[in-house]
């Protein structure tokens, strides 16, 4: 019988994004861009009024009807997908861990990591100066 050829090695892992500081940093800035967190907040805030009216049984005191129904439900689903946002604690805790280093290294300035919407909270917990 032929022997078989040797399996070959499996690809090297990929570096794990988590530990790597520079794609932390990438990640919290892209995640302010995309899901900004102020009105990540609002929009779960405003998500549990909806789903609260939604709950009234239709033809019951307070409770949506027809159009106002349907209208609210569409908004219940669009506010559910952008539920989907990033952990924003995590980001910011990675931020805070190595902003300052990336800042450094990298010449950020605070104008603009501001510009990039950082909140002034997170450039001064993470150690970055003006």
């Not at 022997?3 to 090297?12: L, Q, R, T, V, Y």
């Not at 609210?72 to 669009?78: D, T, W």
């Not at 989907?84 to 280093?101: N, S, T, V």
Request: proline share 12%.
């Amino acid at each position: 019988m032929p022997e078989e050829p040797p399996s070959p090695e499996p690809p090297a892992p990929a570096p794990d994004q988590k530990a790597d500081p520079d794609a932390a940093i990438v990640r919290y800035v892209d995640a302010l861009a995309r899901h900004p967190k102020a009105d990540h907040k609002a929009a779960a805030a405003k998500l549990t009024r909806i789903e609260a009216a939604l709950a009234r049984p239709p033809g019951t005191r307070g409770a949506p009807s027809g159009l106002v129904r349907i209208e609210l439900a569409m908004e219940a689903e669009q506010l559910t997908a952008a539920a989907a946002a990033p952990d924003f604690d995590e980001l910011e805790a990675a931020f805070i861990a190595h902003g300052k280093a990336y800042s450094a290294r990298r010449n950020v300035t605070w104008r603009a990591w501001r510009r990039l919407g950082v909140p002034v909270s997170i450039l001064r917990k993470a150690g970055v100066s003006r």
